[in-house]
């Protein structure tokens, strides 16, 4: 069997290996890009081709394996009903909802985040960015701060200042600093690291 001639330009075999063909081997598209990212060699944009392709073939599993996780973190987790409890507590209008799991969505996300909150829509967890159930634990605990910050106290998202001290008690509150570094991060301001 005879080799394929050798192109002299460069650049023709690294455009034909960069541009996805899954219709032609799927199995080849799929070791061969993974691999050249494995080594570095591949370019931003085939990376970013491979993984939405692979978000786009594993949205309903991710979606599937987000909603399962967060229905046993709602039922068995210290950390989640803690938060719950204590969301619960500050709503005091009856018609209002608090977070549940029917306002905590599952979702693929295409930004490179792991979740947000929105005081309109809840909470979103986005499915195929999540690496198991201890990361979304994690981001819920995250999110469930901010929620609980946005109903406790007045602080505008717009201000720098406010942006801040919501994102450094979220962290901290959330569980994700160390606890050296727990210590460091309250005050007086974005209070106390020791409790809600």
């Known amino acids: 069997m005879a080799e394929p001639p050798l192109s002299a330009d460069p650049s023709a075999s690294t455009s034909a290996s960069a541009s996805p063909a899954p219709d032609h081997d ?5 070791w061969s890009t993974f691999f ?3 080594t570095n060699t591949a370019p931003p944009t085939t990376r970013n081709a491979y993984f939405n392709h692979k978000d786009t073939l594993n949205e309903a599993a991710d979606c599937a394996r987000c909603e ?11 950390t989640i009903r803690f938060l719950r409890h204590h969301l619960d507590l500050l709503v005091t ?4 909802a608090s977070i549940t799991p029917e306002n905590v969505r599952c979702r693929r996300c295409t930004t490179n985040q792991s979740g947000g909150f929105s005081p309109e ?3 979103l967890l986005c499915a195929n960015h999540l690496r198991n159930r201890g990361h979304l634990e994690d981001t819920l605990a995250h999110e469930m701060v901010h929620a609980h ?4 106290f ?3 998202p717009e201000d720098l200042r406010h942006a801040a001290c919501m994102e450094i008690r979220a962290s901290t509150l959330s ?3 160390v606890a050296g570094v727990r210590e460091k991060a309250g005050s007086a301001e974005c209070g106390q690291p020791s409790g809600l």
Do not use: M, Q, V
């Open 26 to 30: 799927p199995a080849f598209y799929t």
């Open 36 to 38: 050249s990212i494995l």
């Open 68 to 78: 399962a996780s967060k229905t046993w973190l709602f039922a068995y987790s210290p």
């Open 93 to 96: 209008d009856p018609s209002a």
């Open 121 to 123: 829509h809840g909470i």
């Open 149 to 152: 910050d946005h109903l406790r």
């Open 154 to 156: 007045k602080l505008d």
């Open 175 to 177: 569980g994700e600093s």
